[in-house]
């Protein structure tokens, strides 16, 4: 159940992604808006753990916090988490008094988006395409990042619930001839194919590989921002890496809309 923490004293909020870590300190504005400041981040790689990410934070901070709250991009269950794209594990009791802190929560990091959209006011989305909502209705929160995130927030009277799921590990589903046979091809190294590895940042070698092997030409690795620029240059193969990945996860969200009843819309994060 969502409800408004009373925050006396900031708290230390991050997001521990598959990539990137960020932290800042939230507190309530004379508004009593939810507000976050001192906002810093990093490529994860800096750090062997999340525990020396989390002081090299503090140590550039002159606030002492002795609460944190953690969207972390995996699992969480009893306490612990583990990163689906990261080889970190977060545990409650690993950072309960760690630096002074004593009170730790872990959240799924769609099931933390989701949790926020009640708190954002209009301003705070770009609609992407109009649509008849309905109002007191399921929403559907998700996206791409390093991985492929899928959450509900769900009407329940005057609040609402997060419904959190693994919804990125579904099968890929290819709708058209092309993504039929990129699917066989990658049907030779993977038993299994999720919608993760077509639409994900982790899967764009994944596809792009694919993609040059059905073109019959070899695979050369490119950064996103240099493939997009490919792209954009009418490459056939990045335009078809592209084409595969936004048609992806496009068919996913409308497949999510029907499975979850998401009336109430689709919030892209």
């Known amino acids: 159940m969502i409800q408004k923490p009373t925050l006396e004293v900031p708290i230390l909020v991050g997001d521990v992604g598959g990539t990137n870590v960020r932290f800042g300190l939230a507190h ?20 062997p753990t999340l525990r020396g990410a989390i002081g090299h934070y503090l140590e550039r901070s002159d606030v002492a916090p002795t609460a944190i709250s953690l969207a972390v991009a995996g699992p969480v269950a009893d306490g612990m988490a583990r990163l689906t794209n990261r080889d970190w594990s977060i545990s409650v009791s690993d950072l309960d008094g760690f630096d002074g802190i004593d009170n730790v929560a872990l959240f799924n990091d769609f099931e933390a988006m989701a949790r926020s959209v009640p708190e954002m006011s209009a301003q705070d989305f ?6 008849q909502s309905i109002p007191d209705e399921p929403i559907l929160v998700a996206g791409p990042g390093t991985g492929f995130g899928v959450s509900f927030i769900i009407p329940d009277g005057d609040t609402w619930r997060v419904m959190n799921t693994e919804g990125g590990h579904q099968a890929y589903s290819p709708r058209s001839p092309v993504e039929c046979e990129i699917l066989d091809i990658l049907h030779q190294d993977y038993d299994f194919v999720s919608l993760e590895m077509i639409s994900s940042g982790s899967g764009l070698d994944l596809v792009h590989r694919a993609v ?23 490459n056939p193969v990045c335009v078809e890496v ?6 992806a996860t496009m068919g996913a969200i409308g497949d999510l809309v029907l499975s979850g009843g998401a009336r109430g819309g689709v919030v892209l994060a």
């Open 28 to 47: 309530r504005d004379e508004a009593e808006h939810l507000a976050i400041e001192a906002f810093s981040g990093w490529p994860g790689n800096d750090f």
């Open 126 to 131: 770009k609609l992407v395409h109009d649509g």
């Open 212 to 234: 040059s092997r059905r073109h019959g030409v070899p695979y050369e690795h490119m950064s996103p921002a240099e493939l997009r620029k490919c792209a954009d240059d009418g």
């Open 242 to 247: 592209c084409d595969i990945r936004a048609a």
